[in-house]
């Protein structure tokens, strides 16, 4: 399975209604994602499925990257994608969803940094995992530990 990592893009400092779970992109945040986005078209990343935190930034940034790579199914809401989640939380969701050939995950950190680390084999945070940044894995075993190969990384800054 191709498995895709999406962080959200720069979101405003404080919502109106002043709850973290409300601060939605910036529009510098939705132009530097857009950057990345099409770069991944262009590449041909193409998921079958989007997975998302239920975060309004994490959605906005799903909502995008449907639009752009051309994703007809409806976006999974999933709390297992919440910045305080846990990696293995975060497999069982893909798991769950592991007869799919490429999936796309939307959301947070520490939580993206911690789980792409993780997938890898390593149980440190390895990765710079910057804000609208996309991440490649290619997962051989859905098993109950995930065997990972990194297949590359994009960020606003390289797009």
Do not use: N
Request: proline residues 6%.
């Amino acid at each position: 399975m191709e498995l895709y990592l999406l962080r959200h893009g720069i979101a405003e400092d404080r919502a109106a209604s002043g709850r973290d779970a409300d601060r939605a992109l910036t529009e510098e945040g939705k132009r530097k994602l857009e950057k990345v986005l099409k770069r991944a078209r262009k590449a041909g990343v193409a998921p079958a499925l989007i997975l998302s935190s239920p975060l309004l930034r994490a959605m906005e940034t799903a909502r995008m990257a449907a639009g752009e790579l051309g994703c007809k199914s409806a976006i999974v809401r999933c709390d297992a994608l919440l910045p305080d989640s846990t990696p293995r939380d975060a497999w069982s969701e893909i798991r769950a969803h592991g007869d799919e050939p490429s999936l796309l995950l939307t959301g947070h950190e520490p939580l993206f940094s911690h789980t792409a680390a993780w997938l890898l084999g390593s149980t440190r945070a390895m990765v710079d995992f910057r804000k609208g940044a996309l991440l490649c894995i290619e997962c051989a075993s859905m098993g109950p530990e995930p065997r990972g190969v990194l297949q590359w990384m994009l960020t606003p800054k390289v797009c």
